[in-house]
């Protein structure tokens, strides 16, 4: 279903906004290819972050009519673009043109009063519409997704799709997230900015990890920070003769003591008096200390830290990546979901692979092919100009951050070899010896006796799947293999497009147990069911892994 984005006016965003739309039917849109020259991740946050701070949250009846919504709230200025969304009901998200335009919305809004309940009063940009007379608005609105294709349907393009290379982008294409859903994120994190900003005017609420770095899947959780640097550093190097002013503050005996202290008040903040803000749990003492909570209107899982700055430079990172080469985020969806479909990653903490650590070793294993299909991070380093110089707590952060400033790669190997020698390669890989590091982009001698050793690439001495036990790493070993094993045979007997029987990517999804049975058997039936079992696990009921407590 494609989305909603009517523009009313502000021609200059018009381009870009249709774009979505204009894609060639077939062609698989990754967001990157038409933008040229490719955009800084700054640019590309800044640009977001304002466009949310414009942009309004709106519950609205099931049915209203979408032509008279917007004229009623374009007499509080004009919009720019606005799309619908289900999640427990129909939701607006309206973005103007002048955030000016948001303050005369909120001026014409009311408080609800109700007999039995009492509300704690809060000017927020989440609103409630209500219909003086519903019998008079009754057609129904297209909305947008923010939820992936239905297993069976995704299973059945996957069947149908004429090479492995289609199937992998297909699975980019339907799992990647959307323009609104993306859109959704931003807004989301701007609305809990209001709230922190009670207490830090000048605090801004930062989304990282998948929901920035391009590897998010529909569903994927929001991961946000509180920035207080415009804070810290207000007046930092303003002196005047011999007077030095500072701010009369609490202190506490740490910088652990003091994110506890203030993830703490967030999390009562949210709990307390957060429009939408339920189930908030407060995990103070994990080895990067979090609040946790449903946004209740987006449907997003968010867990908010602070002073994350390494972990937004680390998505910075993957961007840049991701937006180099086509093939990476290809093969990035499709090694994820496999290691998802084989529960190789999982939504509880523990001994499990992360999500993060999968992408090191596909950026890795890019690496190390002949000729490289990406850069290592330090050759990136050495493209660095003064402006990217960047150290963050005593860690050289350094690395190009213009993408128009890297050669792009003279490989040409498909994603269908690409996967398969993704498998042996790591098949084969001396976990007993060796470290995997995208700073060299070459195995070293592992430092410690971890099972697995992937260094962390800003902070080099840490070990980013510290948590990964012996048997996790095996299993995740013999699938590969098994997987390596599968696609060989598949060169042999490749089904005709017109059966159904999974094949390639889609029967390397399947739970090994049954994959004997279906290279004898060939039943469509049986395969049609087998694999919506499976495939359900895939989608972990809307909500990805969220198991960055451990193994940080
Ligand atoms: P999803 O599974 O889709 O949520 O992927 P994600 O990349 O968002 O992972 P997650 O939510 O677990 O973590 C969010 C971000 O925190 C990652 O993108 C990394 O930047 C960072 N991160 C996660 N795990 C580690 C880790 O073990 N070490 C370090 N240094 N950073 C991590
Ligand atoms: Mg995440």
């Not at 709230?73 to 799309?83: A, E, K, R, V, Y």
């Not at 007999?115 to 009063?121: L, N």
């Not at 937006?323 to 990476?328: G, T």
């Amino acid at each position: 279903q494609r989305p909603i984005v009517r523009l009313l006016s502000c021609p200059g965003t018009v381009a870009k906004d249709l774009r979505r739309d204009e894609q060639p039917s077939g062609s698989v849109e990754t967001g990157f290819e038409d933008k040229i020259p490719k955009r800084r991740f700054s640019e590309m946050q800044n640009e977001r972050r304002e466009q949310a701070q414009r942009t309004v949250l709106i519950h609205c009846p099931e049915k209203i009519s979408e032509n008279k919504f917007l004229k009623y709230l374009s007499q509080f200025g004009p919009i720019n673009n606005h799309f619908f969304y289900e999640s427990l009901g129909l939701y607006a998200v309206v973005e103007f043109c002048q955030k000016e335009s948001i303050g005369s919305l909120q001026n014409g809004t009311h408080t609800p009063r109700t007999a039995m309940e009492a509300a704690i009063p809060f000017r927020s940009r989440f609103f409630n519409l209500k219909l003086k007379n519903p019998t008079s608005e009754r057609s129904r609105i297209r909305s947008s997704n923010q939820l992936p294709r239905s297993n069976k349907q995704l299973f059945e393009l996957l069947c149908y799709t004429e090479s492995i290379d289609d199937q992998l982008n297909t699975l980019l294409k339907e799992f990647q997230l959307t323009e609104e859903n993306t859109k959704l994120r931003y807004l989301t994190c701007s609305l809990i900015e209001d709230i922190a900003a009670a207490y830090f005017p000048d605090c801004i609420i930062r989304p990282f990890g998948s929901s920035v770095n391009t590897f998010g899947k529909l569903g994927c959780d929001l991961d946000m920070f509180l920035d207080l640097d415009e804070t810290r550093n207000l007046g930092a190097h303003k002196t005047s003769g011999n007077f030095l002013m500072e701010f009369q503050v609490k202190t506490v005996p740490s910088e652990r003591i003091a994110t506890q202290k203030i993830l703490s008040v967030l999390g009562e903040c949210l709990d307390h008096l957060g429009p939408g803000c339920v189930g908030v749990q407060k995990i103070l003492n994990a080895r990067c200390p979090l609040v946790r909570f449903s946004h209740q209107a987006s449907g997003f899982q968010c867990d908010l830290t602070t002073n994350n700055r390494i972990a937004l430079t680390s998505s910075e990172l993957l961007y840049i990546y991701g937006a180099l080469d086509s093939r990476v985020r290809a093969l990035v969806f499709s090694i994820r979901c496999w290691a998802r479909a084989h529960s190789l990653t999982s939504s509880i903490p523990g001994a499990w692979i992360t999500n993060f650590s999968l992408t090191m070793m596909v950026i890795f294993f890019l690496q190390r092919r002949s000729p490289p299909i990406l850069p290592t991070l330090d050759s990136l380093k050495t493209l660095a100009d003064a402006e990217d110089k960047c150290i963050i707590e005593g860690n050289n952060c350094t690395f190009v951050r213009d993408l128009n400033r890297i050669k792009p790669s003279r490989n040409t190997e498909t994603l269908e070899l690409l996967l398969k020698e993704f498998f042996e390669y790591f098949g084969n890989f001396a976990f007993d010896k060796n470290s995997i590091n995208i700073r060299q982009g070459s195995e070293q001698n592992k430092p410690d006796s971890s099972p697995l050793y992937i260094q962390n690439p800003f902070e080099t001495s840490l070990n980013i799947s510290k948590n990964v036990s012996q048997s996790q790493l095996q299993k995740f070993v013999d699938l590969a293999r098994q997987s390596a094993w599968i696609l060989q045979q598949e060169d042999r007997d490749r089904p005709s497009i017109s059966s159904n029987r999974p094949w390639g990517l889609a029967s390397l999804l399947l739970p090994s147990v049954n994959r004997k049975s279906f290279t004898k058997k060939k039943s469509n039936k049986f395969a049609i069911e087998t694999v919506k079992n499976l495939l359900e696990s895939l989608k972990g009921n809307g909500t990805e892994n969220f198991t960055k407590t451990s193994g940080k």
